[in-house]
Every structure is written in structure tokens, then in C-alpha cells.
């Protein structure tokens, strides 16, 4: 089944969001690989965009608030995440003492 918001297709929830947002999530969430020149500019774009509509906020807070009134169970879904393995302590070699 194919969704449609005016002209444009949305597959997944991710791309609903960014249609009703009217900017790509990356933009506010930044990816995992991006340098910190990168997240900077990433930051003052979102700062401009947020000075040229300040009810974005409140759009995105809605948003939000609707995502957890009617999908409860996927924004709340815990993934168990494996824990790092801890290197092992290293011993000391004590030296033996000549008897």
C-alpha cells in the first residue's frame, strides 16, 4: 500500500515526520559519523530554521505527543543492547626471590 501527503509518497514513519516537518530528521538528530564541523553547520542551519518558524516547535511537540497517544508501543520498544566487553585486568609479574 502506498501513502501519499499532497504530491509526495511516504513509505516509512521516518519519512511521514519529515514530510510533516518540512525538513529531514537528520537535521535535528545528526548522524552517528558526522565531524564536528559537520554538526556545527548541522546546528546552525537548525538554529536559522527555527528563527524563520518559531511554531516548529510546537508542531514537533505535538508530533511527538500524537506518536505516543497512538503508537505507544513503538516509541516505547527497548532494544537490548549488548555491553561492551571490559578488558581483563592485567597482573604484575611479581619477581621471585632468589632462596
Known amino acids: 500500500m502506498k501513502h501519499f501527503i499532497g504530491p509526495h509518497r511516504a513509505a516509512t514513519p521516518a519519512e511521514f515526520m519529515e514530510l510533516a516537518l518540512g525538513t529531514p530528521l537528520d537535521l535535528w538528530l545528526g548522524t552517528?559519523?558526522?565531524?564536528?564541523?559537520?554538526?556545527?553547520?548541522?546546528?546552525?542551519?537548525?538554529?536559522?530554521?527555527?528563527?524563520?518558524?518559531?511554531?516548529l516547535t510546537d508542531r514537533l511537540i505535538a508530533k511527538a505527543a500524537d506518536a505516543f497517544r497512538f503508537h505507544p508501543?513503538?516509541?516505547?520498544?527497548?532494544?537490548?543492547?549488548?555491553?561492551?566487553?571490559?578488558?581483563?585486568?592485567r597482573r604484575r609479574a611479581v619477581p621471585r626471590r632468589a632462596a
Open 73 to 89: 508501543a513503538d516509541v516505547l520498544r527497548i532494544v537490548a543492547v549488548a555491553e561492551p566487553a571490559r578488558p581483563t585486568p
Open 32 to 55: 552517528e559519523d558526522e565531524s564536528d564541523d559537520e554538526r556545527a553547520a548541522r546546528l546552525d542551519a537548525a538554529r536559522d530554521i527555527l528563527a524563520d518558524d518559531p511554531d
